[in-house]
């Protein structure tokens, strides 16, 4: 499965919602339920699924879930 994929799937999770389908242009305006808590949970979530961790840095500057994809590949040196 690649990381888009694995990412759809904790979004599922955190969000409890099957229906969201994930693009590499996907933002959190895209979803409803992605506040500022729901961000936190969910790269946590990140985290632990890809087994990585982000700075607080590496976080902020992300502006889609592309960028996300990219970042976890990057560490996890695929």
């Given at each position: 499965?690649?990381?888009?994929?694995?990412?759809?799937?904790?979004?599922?999770?955190?969000?409890?919602?099957?229906?969201?389908?994930?693009?590499?242009?996907?933002t959190a305006?895209?979803?409803?339920?992605?506040?500022?808590?729901?961000?936190?949970?969910?790269?946590?979530?990140?985290?632990?699924?890809?087994?990585?961790?982000?700075?607080?840095?590496?976080?902020?500057?992300?502006?889609?879930?592309?960028?996300?994809?990219?970042?976890?590949?990057?560490?996890?040196?695929?």
């Open positions: 499965m690649d990381t888009l994929a694995r990412l759809e799937q904790v979004f599922h999770n955190i969000f409890e919602d099957d229906s969201i389908v994930l693009t590499r242009e996907t305006q895209d979803i409803e339920a992605w506040d500022s808590v729901q961000h936190v949970t969910l790269m946590l979530e990140v985290e632990a699924e890809f087994k990585v961790r982000f700075s607080t840095s590496e976080m902020a500057y992300l502006k889609n879930v592309g960028e996300l994809v990219d970042l976890i590949d990057k560490k996890v040196k695929k």
